[in-house]
């Protein structure tokens, strides 16, 4: 029995092998083989950026397929992950010209594609409140962090129904703020290292695939950072609007570890 139950255990991303994959492989690849062969300093990783670009997104992306076949099921950020990763490969070769230059506006279209996802989500998520499925409860208020049952069976014996769905409301707005947040901060960042591409220069592309890395690498510590702050915030209101509801303390409120 024991050993059943932890054959059916489902697997979890191991988060150094998710930063690894999917952050700093595609920013070193970007970064140091993107040069095109024939340059001046021409050294044996400079592969040009057509090549820079598809190693950099094929790690995401067979790592994303790698982990669905092991799993059978989809993980939420790797599903989105890997539509960031096909996103972000048909955006750059429509960009790129065949001179070597890109495109004029390239640095307001990949800051729109970066801002893009995480505005979706945010309207997702509050939107999801009132559907039978609230993305709330896959992110933050879910059965393997809260002691859901227990908690909603109190809020049925005080009849505080009302009550309850104002404070799963509430939360629900400040998730999706923090979402609205990184659409900010992922657009200023794209504009920030792109911005003053020169998208007429012979080396564009190479140039090009630079400053993604940039903001790839930067995007993962000046995004990323005020985020969780933000998520610590909005799980300690919503424990507290909890707390107030059913005079639960936040152990009692939680699963037992």
Known sequence: MP????????????PLANILINVLIP??????????????????????????????????????IWFFAKTRKMNFFSGIGLFSVMLTGG??????????????????????KEASIPFVLGFAVIASHWSKTP????????????DIIK????????????????????ATILFGMSFFISTIL??????????DLDHTAPNAREIYNEKVAAVTGWGF????????????????????GLRELTGFKDDELMMPR
């Open 221 to 240: 510590v000046i995004i990323g950072v005020p985020i969780m702050v933000f998520l610590f915030f909005t799980l300690r209101k919503l424990l507290s």
């Open 91 to 112: 955006l750059t070769l429509f960009l790129w010209n065949k001179d070597g230059t890109v495109k004029e506006h390239a640095a307001v279209l990949f800051g729109l």
């Open 186 to 195: 992922n657009f200023g960042l794209a504009m920030y290292f792109l911005g």
């Open 27 to 64: 920013v070193l690849a970007l970064s140091y083989l993107s040069k095109e062969p024939g340059t001046a300093e021409l050294k044996l990783w400079h592969i040009g950026p057509l090549y820079a670009l598809f190693i950099a997104l094929a790690f995401p992306f067979v790592y994303g």
């Open 135 to 146: 993305l709330l409860r896959t992110f933050l208020y879910s059965d393997s962090i809260f």
């Open 151 to 170: 908690i909603e069976s109190k809020v049925t014996e005080l009849d505080k129904q009302v009550d309850y769905q104002k404070v799963l409301l509430s």
């Open 3 to 14: 050993e059943e139950t932890k054959n059916s255990k489902p697997a979890q991303e191991h």
